[in-house]
């Protein structure tokens, strides 16, 4: 019956694929598109050296360190923001359910949001630029910082917590004594791999208005500049290679 049961899942799935697959469009090769892609493949191997580095206007340098301080802001402000909801939405740390379900409704509220629609309207409400970007990562990030360190909080052991309850400890020295320091270690783990994600959208939040280098790769795509667009690819992917290398050392320090 089990060997019955996998065959009927997979030609479920099968049949999925093939519905899926069928309704896409036939893809079809412009004229220009092997030139456009020869020019972008030779923009990337012949970079733009000069922009690197420009001390009278914007560089690469500039961009992607807008690029950084946005991600590094977002991440900031989401990693204060999420710790109330994420204690309000633990079941065996607050006892009252209308108040973990309204905090996990409001965690849930948060992530239908994509950041780039976060972006969007917070460009129509405090105009282009950084701002609109910081706010973006830093509102998007608490849903999902919420639900993850609200996990964590659930999964502690609260042994702890009440040998510290018997001794006549107060419950605010018996939740930092005995909750807290077993949530740090995935907090700050949790925090840093928000940041790298965070790294990534920023990037993409530039070409719709919201700071950092994703500003200047828009423009220079539209105009067709590749050896631009090529140094700014580069300047991106290593930036993005060297934060998750260093993140990736410091987060299995708290594992």
Same mark, same amino acid.
């Given at each position: ?14 049949? @999925? ?18 030139? &456009? ?13 000069? !922009?690197? !580095? ?19 802001? $977002? ?13 309000? %939405?633990?079941?065996?740390? =607050?006892?009252?359910? %209308? ?24 460009? #129509? %409400? &405090? ?7 910081? *706010?973006? *990562?830093?509102?998007?990030? =608490? ?36 909750? =807290?320091?077993? &949530? ?8 840093? !791999?928000?940041?790298?994600?965070? &790294? ?10 919201? $700071? ?20 700014? *690819? ?5 930036? =993005? ?7 990736? #050392? @410091? ?5």
């Amino acid at each position: 019956m089990s060997r019955v049961r996998r065959i009927s899942i997979m030609m479920a799935i099968l049949c @999925i694929y093939i519905w899926a697959f069928a309704g896409l469009p036939i893809v079809e090769l412009k004229e220009t598109s092997l030139e &456009v892609i020869s020019a972008i493949f030779s923009g990337l191997f012949h970079p733009d050296w000069g !922009y690197v !580095y420009d001390p009278g206007g914007e560089d690469l340098l500039r961009g992607l360190l807008d690029t950084l301080a946005i991600a590094l802001l $977002g991440t900031f402000i989401a990693a204060i923001l999420c710790v109330p909801f994420s204690f309000m %939405a633990s079941k065996n740390i =607050v006892k009252s359910k %209308a108040t973990v379900g309204i905090s996990k409704f409001i965690l849930s509220f948060i992530r239908v949001f994509p950041d780039i629609v976060l972006a969007l309207l917070f460009i #129509k %409400a &405090v105009g282009p630029g950084a701002f609109a970007g910081v *706010l973006a *990562l830093g509102i998007g990030a =608490v849903g999902m910082l919420g639900k993850l360190i609200s996990e964590s909080v659930e999964s502690v052991d609260l042994n702890a917590k009440e040998a510290l309850t018997a001794t006549g400890a107060n419950p605010i020295k018996t939740f930092m004594f005995a909750v =807290v320091p077993q &949530v740090l270690p995935n907090f700050f783990s949790f925090i840093l !791999y928000r940041f790298e994600v965070n &790294v990534r959208a920023a990037t993409v939040l530039g070409i719709i208005g919201a $700071g950092g280098i994703g500003t200047p790769l828009i423009f220079a795509l539209s105009v067709r500049d590749w050896e631009r667009v090529g140094v700014i *690819l580069l300047g991106i992917i290593l930036m =993005v290679t060297l934060i998750d290398l260093i993140s990736g #050392k @410091i987060r299995a320090r708290f594992t």
